[in-house]
C-alpha cells in the first residue's frame, strides 16, 4: 500500500487577496468568458511523488457561453490550485460564472498545469454571474466562443461469414472464370452433337 503524504499549508495569510474590481480583473487577464461550471476534477497526486499540496491543480471544465476578452473554446478546462490556502478558485460546484484567466506558460507552469492551457486565481476576479454584466468602461459585448473540435467518427465493419460471401455479386475475375465456365459447357454441347450426326449417317 503506498503512502501520500498531505502538505498542508495555513490559511492564515497564505493567500491574501484585496478586493477587485470587474474592470481590473479585465485588464490583468488574456481571457475573459461567461460559462457554466460543467465539472470539477481535483488530480491528487500530478507529479507522481506521493505527496498532496494545496498548489497541486484542480481543474474546472466550463461550457462557455460567450467571450469578453481574447478567444476560448466552446468547452474549456481551467487549472487552479486547489486549495484558496494556495490562491486556488473558490465558487460554488455548479453555476454560471464570469472566469478572468491567464494562459500558462513557462513562468507560471507547475507541476500539473500544461503549457497552453488557462489557469485562473481566487485573487483574479472570477466570480459567479450575479449580477449578469461585466460592470466595464465602457460595456463590452460578448462573442460567441470557437467551436470545439468535432468528435472522431467511427465507422464500424460488421464481420463478414461465409453465407454473406457467398451473396456478395460476381464481379472481376468471377465474371471470367463463368463466361470460361459457360464456353466450355457449350462446346461440349456442339461437339456430341456433332459426333452423334456422324454416328447417324
Request: charged content about 15%.
Amino acid at each position: 500500500m503506498s503512502t501520500v503524504f498531505v502538505l498542508s499549508t495555513p490559511t492564515a495569510g497564505a493567500c491574501s487577496c484585496a478586493g477587485t474590481s470587474d474592470q481590473i480583473a479585465f485588464d490583468n487577464a488574456d481571457v475573459v468568458f461567461v460559462g457554466e461550471l460543467r465539472s470539477h476534477v481535483f488530480d491528487e497526486d500530478p507529479d507522481g511523488d506521493g505527496l498532496i499540496s494545496s498548489l497541486d491543480p484542480a481543474v474546472w471544465t466550463f461550457a462557455v457561453d460567450g467571450v469578453y476578452k481574447g478567444s476560448t473554446r466552446q468547452t474549456t478546462a481551467i487549472y487552479s490550485a486547489n486549495s484558496g490556502a494556495s490562491c486556488g478558485l473558490e465558487i460554488p460546484k455548479s453555476g454560471t460564472f464570469f472566469v478572468f484567466a491567464n494562459w500558462i506558460n513557462a513562468d507560471n507552469a507547475g507541476p500539473g498545469y500544461p503549457i497552453g492551457e488557462l489557469t485562473a486565481s481566487l485573487c483574479g476576479g472570477t466570480r459567479a454571474a450575479l449580477p449578469d454584466a461585466l460592470d466595464l468602461d465602457p460595456p463590452i459585448e460578448s462573442v460567441a466562443p470557437i467551436a470545439d473540435p468535432a468528435a472522431p467518427t467511427t465507422t464500424l465493419v460488421a464481420p463478414t461469414t461465409a453465407a454473406d460471401d457467398l451473396a456478395e455479386p460476381f464481379t472481376g475475375g468471377s465474371v471470367l472464370v463463368i463466361g470460361f465456365i459457360a464456353v466450355g459447357i457449350i462446346g461440349a454441347f456442339v461437339a456430341s452433337r456433332i459426333a452423334k450426326k456422324s454416328r447417324e449417317t
